[in-house]
């Protein structure tokens, strides 16, 4: 049967020459497309791994019908020909004026097929492309055979185009030679371009030219707003500076310090654009009532810089506290709900952060390589992956020549030394003893903080008190930070781990050191609220009765029960204590002072030990940059983890002062710029390999467990704790989330309050919203990290397996191998060791009929990469590709391209 | 596209970014970082695809390349005739699979390739000698380099040919926890 329709589409094709060719590329798919069906178990069985035969099987089939056609000759040739041949054709096409409009038509097809009934130009060229095109219609519907024909090649061809797309999208993942990239996308590219028009049918041709146009224009858009988005990084060559003279490991941090400010960019333009700015534009002015009044007390000193820079005085009722906030509903002529927003905004700062972090641990794990068990293969990772192709600069060189050297002699020395065990029950208690020593040092500074915030609310109830007494809170949490790592090291000493395992505890002890003071602060201050909360009471009783008293005394005074009264002066009116305000004043404080202190130990450990260490080294009795003091190395771990502790307490108290948001892009932004000097100007590279593995994930990770941690007591808050009665943008209500119920109840159809108050605990509603987040991301999550890896493992061990079976069978046909061989340059220029036979046939008995090439014996590993390097594994299997000699659907299908890769002969190029 | 002349044109730009990792403005970067390295010989108009390569010798003056003990090895890999010559198809090519986005399994193909010193497919002994020697800049004894070696082909060596295939290769690397950090050349 398709012979015969054959004949009738050639019959009608004879006309013109080039028409004709093309047509019969077109025809000729679809048959073959039907055919290869039928062929395809026997195929199978007998088909190897190899193209060819997958290649010669159907040909013969073809029989006569191949022998009849024109481009019969082409057939018998190889696949390679095939494509010079065709690549011939298309040039004659081009050459020729004929030609060229067929192929414009083709290309036009969905859209002129669609509206050529209706148009009708002048044009000499048009007519003949719509005589052309009428001819091809009256072909389709000619008889049944053709459409139905015709509904098959559809199929096909949208298979077809389907996969040149996807030989586009991921051309550049392939390991060919740019040339061959290059001449492969151009193809698939003419080929998508031609045939995408041709799909769709009937009445729904139109809308998928237009789907086309639009997908088109879609995906240019994305380049180009991806151009844009990475033109607007900032900071890629700061970074690559540092990361040439330091390497990969250091540059992490820098690279993680961007990423922090990127993200908290975000949580500023929530905070400042939804809550901080609305309340200074709409909201009342400074003055108007209490809370946003300093009280008259206060007034005289409040302007002092010394109370400013405790976040007292006017710092205090001003927009970076909670306090300052009023609980009108709405604000302003947009009517815009301040309280509303501000729970909103606070609650969003968390679900944001969550969604990033995550996000970015996934998309890391993605590509984070395996994490390696250790001691595999120590000798085989140090020898191929431990220079740091970043190093640009010959200083950094040379250590990084030493201490891989190092290693080397060290592994050495371990390999020789490992049947020997010397003195286990010393190690032993060694490390016990220094574990108690941690323990008991983790345990003194978090006493030493506890006993310290107690004090501070001693402290507060008196005014005599000094510079130290005020801020001892913060400068003890500094020195703890400052001190205790390098203890924690020198203790580390006497264990005598592996330096990758003790940096590991290292940074989990400086981890819990930091969680521990963290928290004794928060319980610390979590006594002060309840205090707090209790003088509320009394204050809350008092401020009444003083306001009564006002107005009783003006009635009594003027006179005249019927005036009302001029309202009280808002400075003079009795405030709560306002606990929120106290919270947030004590967590920028503690932000402030580790800025400070974090700048100063940069200024001073680096900075003046790098100027003594050159200047004094002139005039000193011993090598001040070679023997002790020496410079300074950049402490990743150190400065990873003030970060993210740092980034802890951003979250934490953004919600009682919004504008610590603020602070902390300042101070990302600064600490960018300062670090790098500092970093360039004053540090040496490691001496030591030092192996970040896996670094950015883990890094996440920590951030991972502190937003966790920051969410609590914030939650805890807002869930339990009732709000002061006189300030804050919830005074008033009992408690924060009230306000959700007051929109829903008053900004609501009637109807839906009743819903949501039936639906609803208000009390779940937030902690639902945040655990709904968390579940779905955390699902993406396991997958990657808990069962991927499984699954990957399991396959590994088959692929071992299979590799152990297959030891002596040497067959090497896989598609990586022969992209490999590909990649060598012409074979006469190699000196050595002759080519490797490029077809060599396996036995077909040595595989499972039904396995894809290149899969059968290197399980996962190589399928992933013959998945990734053919796109569609499929697509070398008899369905999709015909073996054809022309038709543009053997020109550059993922499949072909790489059947005609396969070592016979140089590949195109 | 410059200001006054035009080095691509969008096609060609268009066309290089769906073959590489790169965007257009790195694209045009790594044009210009290519004409410093031989102003005389590379054109700044390459609307018409010259056919010009420039030397191994000039390529691995690049500061990205100069400290790297396979400079050589990387070069040679990546270009067409294997004796280092680059066109800007290769010099692209190398930075595009050097780049940070650039996947694994490409960055493992490529890897194996700088290697295989002798380009016979497989990685010997011979070629874990150059290596290493390249690495430690001869600072072993020739003892322990044999030592070394013969340890890294017992540790990756599954078929038990006592040479690396680009399977056993892989399988290695892929488990190797600094593999990526460390195989990327940002440019």
Same mark, same amino acid.
């Given at each position: ?200 049918? +009937? ?132 009517? =815009? ?183 004794? =602060? ?11 909360? !209790? ?152 001496? %030591? ?47 924060? =989330? ?48 808990? =069962? ?48 490797? !036979? ?63 890769? %396969?070592?016979? +002969?140089?590949?195109?190029? | ?187």
């Amino acid at each position: 049967r398709p012979a015969a329709k054959r004949g009738g589409a050639k019959g009608r094709g004879r006309g013109a020459d080039e028409d004709e060719d093309d047509e019969d590329e077109e025809e000729d798919e679809a048959p073959r497309g039907r055919r290869k069906k039928k062929p395809t178990k026997k195929r199978r069985d007998a088909s190897d791994d190899e193209d060819d035969s997958e290649d010669e099987t159907p040909k013969k089939k073809r029989g006569g019908a191949a022998n009849k056609k024109k481009g019969g000759k082409a057939q018998d040739s190889d696949e390679e020909d095939s494509d010079v041949g065709k690549g011939k054709k298309r040039k004659k096409g081009g050459g020729k004026k004929g030609g060229k409009e067929e192929e414009d038509s083709k290309g036009k097809k969905g859209g002129a097929k669609g509206k050529d009934k209706g148009k009708d130009k002048d044009d000499d060229k048009d007519m003949k492309k719509k005589k052309k095109k009428k001819k091809d219609e009256s072909s389709h519907s000619d008889d049944e055979e053709e459409e139905s024909l015709s509904e098959g090649e559809m199929a096909r061809l949208k298979e077809e185009v389907e996969e040149k797309k996807k030989l586009i999208a991921n051309i550049r993942n392939k390991p060919w030679r740019m040339k061959r990239r290059l001449m492969h996308l151009k193809e698939a590219q003419t080929f998508v371009d031609k045939f995408e028009g041709a799909l769709g049918k +009937g009445k729904g041709r139109k809308w998928y030219a237009y789907k086309v146009m639009m997908t088109k224009k879609w995906i240019k858009f994305q380049r180009d707003f991806e151009n844009f988005r990475t033109a607007c990084i900032p900071w890629e060559s700061r970074i690559k500076e540092v990361e040439s003279h330091f390497g990969s490991s250091v540059a992490s941090y820098f690279i993680f310090l961007r990423w922090m400010y990127g993200m908290n960019l975000v949580l500023f333009g929530f905070t400042f654009g939804l809550v901080v700015i609305p309340e200074v534009l709409m909201g009342l002015p400074y003055g108007s009532v209490p809370r946003k009044t300093v009280p008259r007390a206060e007034q005289p000193t409040a302007q002092d810089y010394s109370v400013l820079m405790d976040f007292q005085g006017y710092c205090k009722y001003s927009v970076m506290f909670y306090g300052y906030y009023n609980d009108q509903r709405t604000i302003g002529l947009l009517k =815009f709900r301040l309280p509303l927003s501000y729970l909103m905004v606070g609650i969003g700062t968390f679900g944001y952060s969550l969604m990033v972090v995550i996000r970015t641990m996934a998309k890391n794990a993605d590509v984070g390589g395996g994490d390696g068990d250790e001691g595999e293969f120590t000798f085989s990772w140090k020898m191929f992956t431990s220079w740091d192709y970043l190093i640009g600069n010959a200083e950094t060189a040379d250590n990084k020549y030493a201490s891989i050297t190092t290693s080397f002699k060290e592994s050495i020395v371990d390999e020789q030394e490992n049947q020997k065990d010397e003195n286990i029950h010393l190690r032993r208690f060694l490390r016990v003893l220094a574990n108690f020593l941690i323990i008991c040092s983790l345990g003194g500074s978090g006493y030493l903080i506890y006993f310290v915030v107690k004090r501070s609310q001693e402290f507060a109830t008196r005014d005599d008190l000094s510079w130290y007494e005020k801020n001892e809170v913060e400068i003890i949490m500094s020195l703890l930070g400052l001190l205790c790592p390098p203890l924690f090291e020198t203790i580390a000493e006497l264990e005598d781990y592996h330096p990758r395992i003790a940096l590991k505890w290292q940074l989990g002890r400086i981890f819990a050191l930091f969680l521990g003071n963290l928290y004794t =602060f928060l319980f610390a201050l979590f006594d002060e609220v309840n205090t707090k909360l !209790e003088q509320e009471q009394a204050i809350k009783n008092s401020s009444i009765w003083a306001m009564k008293e006002y107005y009783a005394n003006y009635s009594r005074l003027v006179n005249d029960s019927e005036a009302t009264p001029p309202p009280m002066d808002p400075a003079d009116v009795i405030r709560g204590p306002c606990w929120e305000t106290a919270v947030g004043i004590e967590f920028v404080k503690l932000t402030v002072s580790d800025i400070q202190v974090t700048y100063l130990t940069i200024l001073i450990g680096d900075f003046a030990r790098a100027v003594i260490v050159r200047f004094l080294n002139y005039c000193w009795c011993w090598d001040l940059e070679a023997g002790f003091p020496s410079y300074g190395e950049f402490d990743i771990s150190g400065n990873v983890l003030g970060l993210v502790f740092n980034q802890g307490m951003i979250w934490m108290g953004a919600f009682y002062a919004p504008g610590l948001v603020g602070i902390n892009v300042l101070r990302l932004l600064s600490s960018m710029y300062y670090q790098c000097w500092a970093v360039m100007a004053t540090n040496v590279p490691h001496e %030591r390999v030092f192996k970040a593995s896996k670094s950015n994930n883990f890094y996440m990770g920590l951030l991972l467990l502190i937003l966790f941690l920051s969410l609590l007591p914030v939650v805890y808050t807002i869930m339990t704790l009732p709000p002061s009665f006189d300030c804050g943008p919830f005074s008033g209500k009992a408690k924060m =989330f009230d306000v959700i119920m007051e929109t829903i109840d008053l900004d609501l159809p009637a109807f839906m309050g009743t819903i949501f108050s039936y639906a609803a605990n208000p009390g779940l509603i937030i902690p639902a919203v945040l655990l709904m987040v968390w579940f779905s991301y955390s699902i993406i999550f396991i997958y990657l990290f808990i =069962f991927w890896p499984t699954i990957s493992i399991a396959f590994c061990v088959q692929a071992r397996d299979e590799e152990k079976n297959r030891r002596n069978n040497t067959d090497s046909t896989n598609q990586v191998m022969k992209d490999l061989e590909d990649l060598l340059p012409n074979r006469s220029l190699i000196p050595l060791a002759p080519p490797p !036979e490029p077809e060599k046939i396996p036995e077909p008995q040595a595989k499972p009929t039904k396995t894809k090439p290149g899969s059968a014996g290197k399980g996962v590993n190589l399928e992933k990469d013959v998945a990734l390097a053919s796109t569609n594994p499929n697509t070398r299997g008899p369905v999709s590709r015909p073996p054809g000699p022309r038709g543009p659907g053997s020109m550059a299908g993922p499949g072909g391209g790489q059947g005609r890769g %396969r070592g016979r +002969g140089p590949p195109l190029r | 596209m410059g200001n006054k002349q035009t080095t691509f044109t969008d096609e060609q730009l268009e066309a290089y970014q769906d073959c590489t990792f790169f965007t257009c403005k790195e694209i045009l970067r790594l044009h210009s970082r290519y004409r410093e390295l031989a102003p005389h010989l590379v054109p700044l108009d390459y609307t018409n695809n010259p056919d010009i390569k420039v030397p191994l010798t000039l390529i691995i003056t690049m500061p990205e390349l100069k400290e790297n003990p396979f400079r050589e090895r990387i070069v040679e890999t990546f270009s067409e005739d294997g004796q280092g010559n680059l066109s800007f198809n290769d010099f692209v090519d190398m930075f595009s699979a050097l780049c940070e986005t650039s996947p694994r399994e490409l960055k493992t193909i490529y890897a194996f390739k700088i290697y295989d010193f002798n380009r016979d497919n497989f990685i010997c002994k011979e070629d874990l000698q150059k290596t290493l020697n390249k690495l430690t800049k001869g600072e072993l004894t020739p003892e322990e380099v044999a030592l070394v070696c013969d340890k890294a082909i017992e540790e990756a060596d599954l078929d038990g040919d006592s040479k690396l295939s680009f399977s056993d290769f892989e399988n290695m690397i892929s488990k190797a926890p600094d593999f990526l950090s460390n195989f990327h050349i940002r440019i």
